[in-house]
Nanobody
Framework: QVRLVESGGGLVQAGGSLRLSCAPSGRTSGDYAMAWFRQAPGKERDLVAATSWNGRNTYYADSVKGRFIISRDNAKTTVYLQMNSLRPEDTSVYYC???????????????????????WGQGTQVTVSS
């Protein structure tokens, strides 16, 4: 079992930036593809961005392309979401997710379905004011 902890959410004006971080709580083992999802009240949880274990391949939802950047540290334990040019419609709870992979044949793949991720963080609120 992996516990993920997100941080970096908050209140920001439209056009501003925030950087979210996600790291496992405590010692962990294994290798993971990672992603960020978001869920607004009354709406489904949607994929924002995903990254392969090695960080070489990434995916972005059309709504955030050119504004958000997903990255991970060299140790592959922490994943970030740099959010620029924020809009009121980006207001949501943002969740970090992790999927165990094998580096033998899975290092290059990202995953876009929420059901593919067995481990989730508790979420961090991002509010963008107009």
């Amino acid at each position: 079992q992996v516990r993920l902890v997100e941080s970096g959410g908050g209140l920001v004006q439209a056009g501003g930036s925030l950087r979210l971080s996600c790291a496992p709580s405590g010692r962990t083992s294994g290798d993971y593809a990672m992603a960020w999802f978001r869920q607004a009240p009354g709406k489904e949880r949607d994929l924002v961005a995903a990254t392969s274990w090695n960080g070489r391949n990434t995916y972005y939802a059309d709504s955030v392309k050119g504004r958000f950047i997903i990255s991970r540290d060299n140790a592959k334990t922490t994943v970030y979401l740099q959010m620029n040019s924020l809009r009121p419609e980006d207001t949501s709870v943002y969740y970090c997710a992790a999927k165990p992979i094998s580096t033998i044949d899975g290092a290059d793949y990202y995953y876009t379905g929420a059901v593919q991720y067995p481990f989730w963080g508790q979420g961090t609120q991002v509010t963008v004011s107009s």
